[in-house]
Structure formats: C-alpha cells, structure tokens
C-alpha cells in the first residue's frame, strides 16, 4: 500500500492536486489582503493626502474625552453621539490638512522659538505661581493621549494657520452707514410708566392647613431633601508631594541657567507698526512716506488706496513673530527706524519700530534658585507619572488606600462629603491638594459607582488613590423635620401667587385703554399701587442701571407702540409698565460709540470670511471621504 502511494505521488495527477491545495491553504490564510487588493483603506483624502483610520479614530476618542468631561461622568455616549463626533473629528482633520497644504503651498512655517512661545504663553499651562508647568502640560498630554511630537506638531499647524488666516482677516472693513444704523439700534431707548408688586408688600395669606403643607413638602421635593453623601478614603500623589524625594545637582542647575533666563526674564520688545501692500512699487512709497515723517494714519490711507492695509502690531518680542526674516530686520532697527519693503506669501510688508524696552535680567543667585526650583518641580513631575503606575499596581494587587498610601509616603483620609464638598453637619470638609485640586477630588469622588474597589484617578495637578465604599442617596426628609421650612417656602409661594393675580388684574384693565380700558395711573392706584415714572433705559436686560426699568420689562417695551402695557416678573416680585416715550440715539455725537461698533462688525465680517477661506480650501484639495472607514471611526 505504502508502495502505491508512493507511485501516485509521484505523477503530474498528484503534484497537480497538490498545488491546489497549497494555492487553496495560501488564499485563505491571507483572505483579508486579498478581498482588499485596490481598496482604499483611508477614511479620507485631501489633495491626495492620507487621513489613516487611526489618526482619525485617536481624533475621535480624543474629541470623544473632551466632551465627555465637560458634559460630567453621568453623561453616556450613544450611537448618535458617537456618529456625530467622529465626523466632527474628520471635517477638523480634513481643515487642518487643507491649511496644512496651503502653508506649504505659499511657503509659511513657524519657528522654534515661535513654537516655545507660544506654548508657553498658553494660560492652562500656568502653575499657582504664573509660570509655565511642566507638569500641566504632561496631564494634558495623558488626558489627551497625546505624545510631545503630536502636540507640537499642533501648535506648529495652529501657528500656520493663524498667519494664514490673519492675512485673511486683515481685509474685513465694516461700512460706516452699518455701523451707525447699529448704533442707532442698540442707542435707542424707552420711558415708561412702572407698577410693581414685590412680594414683601403682598397681603399675608391665611394660615395654611397641615393637608396644604404636607402636599407642598410632597411637590417640591429638591429643597427640602438631603442631599446624597458619599465615604471615601482618599490619599493624593503629586508633584508637591513628591518634592522632598527630589535631587537637583549643581551642575544641572548651571546647565539650565539660560533656559531659565529664557522662561522667568523678560525679553527684548518693540512697538511696530507695519503696511502690506501688494506691490513693490506700493511699498517703496510707503517706506518713503514713512520715513519722511508721516504718521500712521496717513500711512493707512495711502496702503488703503493701493489696495493694501496698515495697522499697529502692538508690542512683541521677536519669538511672536513667526516670519523669520521679518523679524530679522524689525529687531536690527533702531527706535524710529523703518525696514525696506520685504516680501512674504502675503505680499510687501514694510515695518516701523517707534519703541523699544530693552531686555531685562534678574540677579545670578535668584536665577539659580528659580533654576533649581523649576528642575526640581520637572523631575517630581516625571516621578508623579512613575510612581502612579506603581500605586496603580498596589491597588490592583489588592492594597487597601491606608495600604497604599503608607507604601508611598502619602497622607491617608476618610471623609463623608456631598457633591459641593461639604459634610453632613453642613461644614466644608478639607481636602488633599487644597483649593486647586478640589474640584478634580470631588469629581472623582462622584464620578463612578460606590463599591466598584480602589482605583486611581487624576485630580487636579496630582493622582488620586480612591476607595468609595458607601453611599447615603439623597431623600426627602420627614414632614415634621423640615416642617417649619415648608411653611416659610408654602408662604413666600403664595405671597408669588398673589402678587402676580394683581399684576394681571391691572394689565388687563389698562390693555383696553382708549377703547373702553381705564387709565394705567388710575388702574394702578385702584390696584394700590402707585406708578412710577422709570427710564430712560436701554434694550439690553443685562446693562439696566440700579434704579432704572427693571429688566425682565425691557424685552417688552421695545417690542411695544407708545401707550401699550406689558407686564414681567422682576427679582422683587411683579410689575406692569406703560411705554411712554422712545429715545432716539445721538449717534453723530457719539464717535467712541461708532467705533466700537465697527470694530464688533468686522470682528464679525473676519469670523465670515476665515469660514469661507476654510471653506474655500476644502473644495479645492478635492476631499473625498470613505464612508465605510467612517463607519469604523464612530464604531470605535
């Protein structure tokens, strides 16, 4: 038998078959590279350029966490959710590429130093103390799962695109007839006839029976329940906790001298004005004109007539300045000094520098002990992030918070709060981390189910070893305990009720006037009350002066014909009022008015055209998106 099989292995039959077989085996091993020889896999392309499915699905879960975090731990994301995000995260990576390109396109990028600046200028990046951390921008890196290279890689794109887009913006002007028929708008004000019913001067209500009490108490639960309270064991680790542990050398304080200076001294600044023009020629005159005398004003008109714009930079160092050679020849000039024309992708600029504060240093020993203090706070910082993995693995080896916390030379606590951090006694518990890590502390306190074991959580600048093991829900308290509370609210509800039965009652007297309705003063005093001349005042609730027409009227009155009534409930209670006259506004006389004006609309007019620039970009780079890979983005 063995013989004959043999045979037949050897005939073109047999070796035949067994090709098949391994050609069978080889395409179902590698069926998924097969099926998607030609595909796509991007979920989109731009230009031609890649968005992988990772990058947008990091994206997502990115933008997923963010929201997440402002809308609180009872929020749950569901498929709608998810689907809207992940699109909201594409469209973000699609802009973000299209600008991209067109930086590359017109030759803009942004510096080193332009980088370090600005990243250190971000204000959630500031300690207690106003400088840069270190530490903060770490947990925003973790909270973000971002690396330090896809940060920067951020900022330099959002460096780029502020450059992009402010050339964009710089051409937005606002028209003069515009801005004052606005004016005019939001200057025009009303007088008016007012009477109102606060609830002190509403007529005592008959005593209230014990059926009326219990059934309010039963109504409105919230104010007269306890609220929910929660034990936790709780031991903080941070970056100030772990200082004491922190070595920082002499010589590694000499090495960081002159980053420090850079960080805590204060840079050499200038006061530029500059004029971008679209031609040489144009620029040439201006630098003439410029350094002939004239002022900035007069520059604007002639930039404007040649189709271009000046303006005054303001004060800057040269890292805010992201055109290198722009910043090159603005901070070789003297005070006064004016630079050639200079080209850009945006066109012909020309600079003058009419102030300079020259840079200022700080003695040698305090810049040592700020250097050894910034070291020293970067290490503790890197060690936080160490240690937390290992008090994670504690806790997740069965350590108890006291355990853990002893293991790590932390400070253990039990306490029993609410969500505002308060006992049940009513007094502000104390917390690990002191203000600036209370917030983060009661959240995580509140963020997830009792009982669900010890975890650690991030809180505030710091990590938290966290052990929830009880909860005391919320519950209405017992008519007989809260009684006298119930009857303060059951009266001060009535005295409402009264008060605005009157207001109505008066409203609807004086709606009718001139055809058969009374007289708003003389209504007014039949229902008691005595009408007050008020105003004038202007549209805006929020800008009501003291003393002036209360604000829930206002929308009223100027919706309203002289003679007409309206009636709002106030903080105090109720009133009614009567429009009695409309103010026009002075706009010729108010020229700060004017221009305040102009400079909200073309704030707004800039707010439209950066939209349409993006949108502008987008059609072009040709954007095609895979709707199967977005499936995949949101189903992560």
Known sequence: MITAFRRLAGTWFAKGLFLLLVLSFAVWGIEDVVRNLGRDNAVARVGGEAIELTEAQDAARRETQRLQRQLGPR???????????????????????????????????????????????????????????????????RQNDLSEGDFTRLVVADLERQQLVGAVRAGARAPEALARQLLAFAGERRVAEVAEFPLLNAPEPPEPTEAQLTRFHENNPA??????????????????????????????????????????????????????????????????????????????????????????????????MP?????????????????????????????????????????????????????????????????????????????TVEEAAQRFGLAAIRVTVDRNGNGPDGRRVELPGGPVARAGVLEAIFAGPAGAGTRVAEAGNGFLALDVPRVTPAALKPFAEVEAEVRRAWTLDARRRAQEERAAALLGAAQGT???????????????????????????????????????????????????????????????ARLVEIVPADVAADAEGQARVKNEVEQSMQDDLEAQFAAALRARANVTINPSAMEQVAAR
């Open 75 to 141: 929020f749950e994301a569901n498929e709608a959710f998810r689907q809207a995000v992940a699109r909201q995260a594409v469209e973000n990576l699609i802009a973000s590429r299209a600008q991209r390109q067109e930086a590359r396109r017109m030759g803009v990028a942004a510096s080193v130093e332009a980088v370090r600046a600005y990243t250190f200028s971000i204000p959630s990046f500031q300690g207690a103390d106003g400088r840069f951390s270190p530490l903060i921008l770490q947990q925003f890196l």
């Open 223 to 320: 104010p007269f329940s306890s609220p929910e309270y929660r034990e936790a064991a709780l031991a903080l680790l941070s970056a100030e906790t772990l200082l004491p542990r922190v070595a920082v050398s002499d010589a590694e304080v000499e090495a960081g001298l002159e980053a420090q200076r850079e960080r805590t001294g204060t840079p050499e600044r200038r006061t530029v004005e500059q004029a971008l023009v679209n031609s040489r020629e144009a620029a040439e005159a201006i630098r003439a004109a410029w350094a002939g005398g004239a002022d900035l004003a007069a520059i604007r008109g002639q930039a404007e007539g040649a189709g271009g714009t000046a303006l005054e930079m303001g004060q800057v160092s040269r890292g805010e």
């Open 323 to 399: 055109v290198e050679n722009i910043a090159a020849a603005v901070f070789a000039l003297p005070e006064g000094g004016v630079t050639d024309p200079i080209q850009s992708p945006f066109g012909w600029h020309v600079m003058k520098v009419t102030a300079v504060q020259a840079a200022a240093g700080k003695p040698i020993e305090e810049l040592r002990a700020e250097t050894r203090d910034f070291l020293a706070r970067e290490k503790a910082a890197d060690l936080t992030f160490e240690e937390a993995n290992k008090l994670e693995d504690a806790l997740g080896g069965g350590a």
């Open 514 to 576: 001139g055809q058969g309705g009374k007289d708003f003063t003389e209504a007014a005093r039949e229902a008691g009350v005595e009408p007050v001349r008020m105003g004038p005042s202007l549209r805006d609730p929020g800008a009501a002066a003291p003393g002036g027409i209360p604000g829930g009227l206002l929308p009223g009155l100027f919706a309203a014909k002289p003679g007409e009534v309206t009636m709002a409930q106030t903080s105090d209670g109720y009133a009614v």
